[in-house]
């Protein structure tokens, strides 16, 4: 895999993929957004966000990680990663509606194949028609990387439960239809007190339900607002709307987390691409003392590490994806991805605000705005010191 800030590709097939989403984000999308008149921090509608989608259908990509029974085009998870960098290498505001991963179906992700065929027809189908959206629904105020510590709780109620909780970062939250919640099972009335086995299960939540409010979450330091909170109140959910075995919601819940965590990766790499690319222009251009900034040894020493550094988050990450595709399951390389990229990432966008000095600086810009996403991937699916544990465990546990 060679270094470049505009990666081709071997594969033909992927090649023109690649250059159609290009065409599409630079193009097309980019018009539209600059016909709304869109700001990288205002509070984008359900109205903004619908045609992009069902646009992004028409032209292939929403729900292109899908099998051809959906009508996506089963694409392998390294031609994914490829997509996601591209999506995430692009200056778009809106650009990660274009694969479905804001409320569609890359948001939705394994849950296709848990769901049974009611479901799928209920939910699923309109998701990917771009008539749906959803969230999914797992942290809690004090239940994050610990999420034995929720407190969501799903109480028998005849064949069904009523679901009482608050859930909080729900992604997408603001413009979804339902949720994919996960909640613990609570113990049928009468029974004894601590006889009752922990477990959780996965619910497919109507927003609109009685006893569901959906409130603005907290603003991340990304300054978007696409979180929301989740409160339930004795909500009743019927049996058809368990997903997939009861009291298997963690293996649903963390299994999306695992992929994800992975596939996080193309993602930061984009943004990182995006602040290597911004950086070199703008030292080829700023001029100092009569020359451009790039003369300046100490200049070209950053830029060359902050490529490295790209290259090598992204060797890895490519490598890992290839190991998914070929039936391997890469788990602490997975951990070991997301720690190196998330870390490297941060630290080529703090190198291109401190190499665009004041301009960097400013509220707003673009790299100051990739600054702050990226910070957050050090924390998203994980912490790096979570990511750390899980590397030390596997390496260290008796043989």
């Known amino acids: 895999m060679g270094f470049t800030l505009t990666p081709h590709y071997d594969d033909p097939v992927l090649q023109d993929r690649v250059d159609a989403l290009r065409g599409y984000l630079d193009g097309e999308l980019a018009e539209y957004e600059a016909g709304l008149g869109l700001q990288p921090e205002q509070?984008?509608?359900?109205?903004?966000?619908?045609?992009?989608?069902?646009?992004?259908r028409e032209l292939g990509f929403y729900g292109i990680n899908l099998g051809p029974e959906y009508g996506g085009q089963g694409i392998t998870n390294v031609q994914l990663g490829a997509l996601k960098e591209e999506i995430a290498a692009s200056s778009r505001l809106l650009a990660s509606s274009v694969l479905g991963e804001?409320?569609?179906?890359?948001?939705?992700?394994?849950?296709?194949?848990?769901?049974?065929?009611?479901?799928?027809?209920?939910?699923?189908?309109?998701?990917?028609r771009g008539e749906r959206a959803c969230c999914f629904s797992m942290t809690e105020e004090n239940a994050g990387s610990d999420v034995r510590g929720m407190r969501t709780t799903a109480?028998?109620?005849?064949?069904?439960?009523?679901?009482?909780g608050h859930k909080v970062f729900s992604s997408a939250g603001p413009f979804a239809d339902f949720s994919v919640l996960i909640a613990r099972m609570g113990p049928p009335s009468g029974a004894p007190d601590g006889e009752f086995p922990e477990s959780y299960s996965a619910f497919l939540i109507d927003l609109d339900a009685p006893g569901v409010t959906v409130d603005d979450g907290e603003t991340p330091m990304s300054g978007q607002h696409i979180e929301a909170d989740i409160i339930l109140d004795e909500v009743y959910v019927g049996p058809e709307q368990l997903?997939?075995?009861?009291?298997?919601?963690?293996?649903?819940?963390?299994?999306?987390?695992?992929?994800?965590?992975?596939?996080?990766?193309?993602?930061?790499?984009?943004?990182?691409?995006?602040?290597?690319?911004?950086?070199?222009?703008f030292v080829q251009q700023r001029q100092v003392q009569g020359r451009p900034l790039a003369a300046l040894q100490s200049i070209q020493h950053t830029v060359a590490d902050m490529a490295t550094d790209y290259y090598a988050a992204r060797a890895m990450t490519y490598d890992a994806l290839a190991d998914l595709d070929a039936g391997r399951t890469p788990k602490v390389e997975a951990f070991m991805c997301k720690l190196f990229v998330a870390e490297k990432a941060f630290q080529i966008a703090d190198s291109a605000v401190q190499l665009h000095g004041k301009a960097g600086m400013v509220r707003g810009s673009e790299v100051e705005r990739l600054w702050r996403k990226i910070r957050m991937f050090r924390v998203l699916t994980g912490s790096s010191e979570i990511q750390k544990n899980a590397i030390a465990r596997e390496l260290l546990a008796p043989r």
Not at 261 to 275: D, F, K, V, W
């Open 43 to 56: 509070r984008y509608t359900r109205a903004m966000l619908e045609p992009v989608w069902k646009r992004s």
């Open 102 to 128: 804001m409320g569609g179906p890359l948001r939705a992700g394994a849950i296709f194949g848990v769901a049974d065929d009611a479901q799928r027809e209920r939910y699923l189908l309109p998701l990917l």
């Open 155 to 164: 109480v028998p109620d005849g064949d069904g439960w009523r679901i009482t």
């Open 243 to 281: 997903l997939g075995e009861e009291g298997k919601g963690l293996r649903i819940g963390l299994g999306r987390v695992t992929v994800n965590r992975l596939l996080h990766c193309p993602t930061i790499l984009g943004m990182a691409r995006r602040s290597l690319a911004l950086t070199v222009a």
